[in-house]
């Protein structure tokens, strides 16, 4: 039988417990630096923990500092001082990054997100093959995230309007060196992971990564993030001119879902007056549900021709099934009901949500990377071909109606609810087939100047179908996207560039075909296309162990369907626009201070987009104007301490010119700060403590479309881990 737990809202004594848990005695005093041998200028950066001088992207071609683009890279030294085990807490290093609810009653699953203005749930990969699946990602097989800002249509194919994710998994590698950890904090959480590398022979090597949690969510009740992860790697060949790459992962997760809880009496909020609910209250069942089985399998084979050249095939089949059932809140002010009678009374409208999904997925990646001298120039090059196959259905269980009202300030979690029955047979999805050609360079003119760019062809056919035994919707297509840039050096350790990029995004690119003539997935529409141009530097300071850029862009959108106030006809001549600037600054100001942090100011709107009563938009939903990251740590002796903060401003909701806004126009803006403090206790064994939401702010994390329900972020609430190294 499942086990349910109630959770507390402000766990104060347990924070005091970890707290003097964590704490003890140690000396401050910051380590003398030792005497050294005169200094010699080597032309290598030295380590930083937090920088990374290079993409783990074979695509691109030149070191970050000299990459015409916006790319930032999360270290797992950056995740592992933050206590992040999912995506989302690790993507708080970036700015400009959204989190969604979903649509009305329903709630989104798995990571959601966008960047600048779009969408970057299907934008997301693992170690650069596109990752499918509605499935909340774990950071416990992951090296580094990579966050790629700008149209990339070149780098990835279809979409990528805004960027893409490229998330790289551990991998196996000589020597021994193995830890485990223990977690435990407020919200009842629990979570142990393991990671162990062992040298097979000169050779070969063999790595397991695993991770296990049971754990609630502080300031909710009932809600549950409980499941495994392994990951498992194996490489032989390790230092040889041939190199075989043998990795999997493994998922699993039997959560119970948060629909969030009613907006009413939060800012905003007109379409019923009245104070508001607990944060604490959940509107679900006992019996919802979020069960997640996700696997994939690699095989890389990597060999050099000689010094400067190499070739690798990557075979990968990928496979996540959710199965999800949701009680969510139909919250509009007839969503309300019992007002007139004591607050006691009053009641909230429900409805029952399934999500039965599978996504598969076949790639066959085949790359070459070389570098030679041509036409005067220096050429850094890599050219590959990629097979693609992907395919998600839905599977049908009817629709579970009846559903009885809610009490809005005193729900019952145990309550008697329809449920779902067996699968009925029907079944919804979509095939797509891609093979697509690429090939990217940088050519290096002399020491000032170079030329980065790339191209890429996809020829893809997708097929979809409403129902079993419906005749499908078909559309075959061939994307070109490109890239160039140029960047020029007046230092050694700095850049200025200038880049121009492309994507496209066609009909039905990461959901059904439809029939429907007002429809942006109707294959008779042309693909949307983005363009993106920027102006950028990037410098590395302080003996190259901190590096700042900064960068000003717009991207455009054209082919978004309007209607034409004359004709009443939808035509492809409505455009999204966003524009602004983006400042970092990533690594080491001392050997002892660390430091990330990130600022991005931008500007949304759309142009000419309109539905038949001639209401237009005139924003770009969930884009704050301006948020802000920033985590630092500073280490004395065997004792570090890191502190962060967050800074959101307001996102709009509302964004049509005219009619009445309904629920709640926008998420208010927030702010959070999180710290950190660690004690090496020996050359095996630390101990860390983690708090979050320091000054214990209530702010509004998501809102759905509807405006209607909201998740607030977590109050304050702590963890503390034990880390062994053996």
């Known amino acids: 039988m499942a086990r349910y737990r109630r959770r507390t809202a402000r766990p104060s004594t347990q924070l005091l417990a970890l707290l003097a848990a964590a704490l003890p005695a140690a000396g401050m005093a910051q380590t003398a630096p030792a005497t050294t041998l005169p200094t010699v200028t080597v032309k290598e950066a030295p380590e930083v923990p937090y920088r990374a001088e290079k993409s783990a992207n074979e695509k691109f071609t030149a070191p970050l500092l000299d990459t015409p683009k916006t790319v930032q890279i999360i270290k797992k030294e950056v995740i592992e001082e933050q206590g992040a085990v999912t995506l989302m807490e690790a993507l708080r290093n970036t700015p400009g990054i959204t989190m969604q609810m979903g649509e009305n009653g329903n709630t989104s699953a798995g990571d959601t997100f966008q960047l600048r203005g779009f969408s970057l749930q299907q934008s997301t990969f693992v170690d650069g093959i596109r990752d499918l699946g509605a499935v909340?990602?774990?950071?416990?097989?992951?090296?580094?995230?990579?966050?790629?800002?700008?149209?990339?249509?070149?780098?990835?194919?279809?979409?990528?309007?805004?960027?893409?994710?490229?998330?790289?998994?551990?991998?196996?590698?000589?020597?021994?060196?193995?830890?485990?950890?223990?977690?435990?904090?407020?919200g009842d959480r629990r979570r142990a992971t393991v990671d162990l590398n062992r040298q097979l022979s000169d050779t070969s090597a063999l790595r397991l990564n695993a991770m296990v949690q049971d754990s609630g969510v502080d300031g909710r009740d009932f809600v549950e993030n409980k499941g495994y992860g392994v990951g498992l790697s194996y490489v032989t060949g390790l230092g040889t001119p041939t190199r075989v790459h043998l990795f999997s992962q493994h998922l699993r997760q039997d959560n119970v879902p948060d629909g969030g809880i009613p907006a009413i009496g939060y800012e905003g909020y007109t379409s019923v007056i009245g104070p508001k609910v607990r944060r604490e209250n959940f509107y679900g069942s006992v019996n919802d549900r979020e069960k997640v089985d996700a696997d994939m399998f690699t095989v890389k084979v990597e060999h050099d021709l000689g010094e400067a050249t190499t070739v690798r095939n990557v075979t990968r089949y990928g496979k996540t099934h959710m199965d999800r059932t949701l009680t969510g809140m139909n919250t509009g002010g007839a969503g309300i009901g019992?007002?007139?009678?004591?607050?006691?009374?009053?009641?909230?409208?429900?409805?029952?949500?399934?999500?039965?999904?599978?996504?598969?997925?076949?790639?066959?990646?085949?790359?070459?990377?070389?570098?030679?001298?041509?036409?005067?120039?220096?050429?850094?090059?890599?050219?590959?071909?990629?097979?693609?196959?992907?395919?998600?259905?839905?599977?049908?269980?009817?629709t579970a109606t009846g559903t009885a009202p809610a009490n809005l300030y005193n729900p019952d979690p145990y309550r008697a609810m329809v449920n779902f029955g067996p699968r009925t047979g029907d079944e919804s999805g979509t095939t797509t087939n891609t093979i697509s050609v690429y090939a990217f360079d940088d050519a290096k003119i002399n020491e000032r100047w170079s030329i980065n760019g790339g191209a890429r062809v996809d020829v893809y056919k997708l097929s979809s179908s409403a129902a079993v035994g419906a005749p499908p919707l078909e559309d075959s297509r061939s994307l070109v996207s490109w890239s160039i840039g140029g960047v020029y050096k007046p230092a050694e350790n700095g850049s200025v560039y200038a880049s121009y990029a492309t994507s496209s995004t066609p009909p039905g690119a990461f959901t059904q075909l439809s029939t429907s003539a007002t429809s942006i997935n109707n294959p008779a529409f042309d693909p949307q296309k983005t363009n993106t141009v920027e102006l950028g530097t990037k410098w590395d300071l302080l003996n190259k162990r901190l590096n700042v850029a900064a960068a000003v862009f717009r991207t455009v959108n054209d082919n978004q369907t309007t209607v034409d106030q004359v004709t009443l006809a939808t035509v492809q001549e409505g455009k999204t626009q966003v524009q602004g600037i983006e400042l970092s600054a990533t690594g080491q100001i001392t050997p002892f201070w660390q430091i990330t942090a990130g600022l991005a100011k931008t500007s949304t709107k759309q142009i000419d987009v309109r539905n038949a009563t001639g209401v237009g938009t005139d924003r770009v939903r969930w884009s704050p104007d301006l948020s802000a990251t920033l985590w630092t740590s500073y280490?004395?002796?065997?004792?570090?301490?890191?502190?962060?903060?967050?800074?959101?401003?307001?996102?709009?909701?509302?964004?049509?010119?005219?009619?009445?806004?309904?629920?709640?126009?926008?998420?208010?803006?927030?702010?959070?700060a999180d710290a950190m403090a660690k004690y090496q206790v020996n050359s095996k064994l630390s101990l860390q403590l983690n708090i979050y939401n320091l000054f214990d702010e209530e702010y509004l994390m998501t809102l759905n479309n509807g405006g209607g329900r909201l998740a607030l972020g977590a109050p304050r609430s702590a963890t503390f881990t034990a880390n062994y190294k053996f």
Request: charged share 15%; proline share 2%; aromatic share 6%.
């Open 136 to 186: 909340t990602r774990d950071t416990f097989n992951l090296e580094q995230v990579e966050v790629v800002k700008g149209a990339a249509g070149a780098e990835t194919g279809r979409g990528a309007s805004a960027g893409f994710i490229n998330l790289i998994s551990k991998q196996a590698h000589l020597g021994d060196e193995s830890s485990v950890s223990g977690t435990v904090g407020t």
């Open 338 to 398: 019992n007002t007139g009678g004591p607050l006691s009374a009053w009641t909230v409208n429900l409805s029952r949500q399934r999500v039965d999904q599978e996504n598969s997925i076949l790639a066959n990646q085949t790359s070459l990377n070389t570098r030679f001298d041509a036409g005067g120039m220096q050429h850094s090059l890599a050219a590959g071909v990629e097979l693609l196959h992907e395919k998600q259905t839905n599977f049908s269980h009817g």
């Open 635 to 672: 280490q004395w002796d065997k004792l570090t301490m890191g502190l962060g903060a967050r800074y959101v401003s307001e996102a709009k909701r509302f964004v049509n010119t005219s009619g009445a806004q309904g629920n709640m126009p926008n998420v208010p803006s927030y702010w959070v």
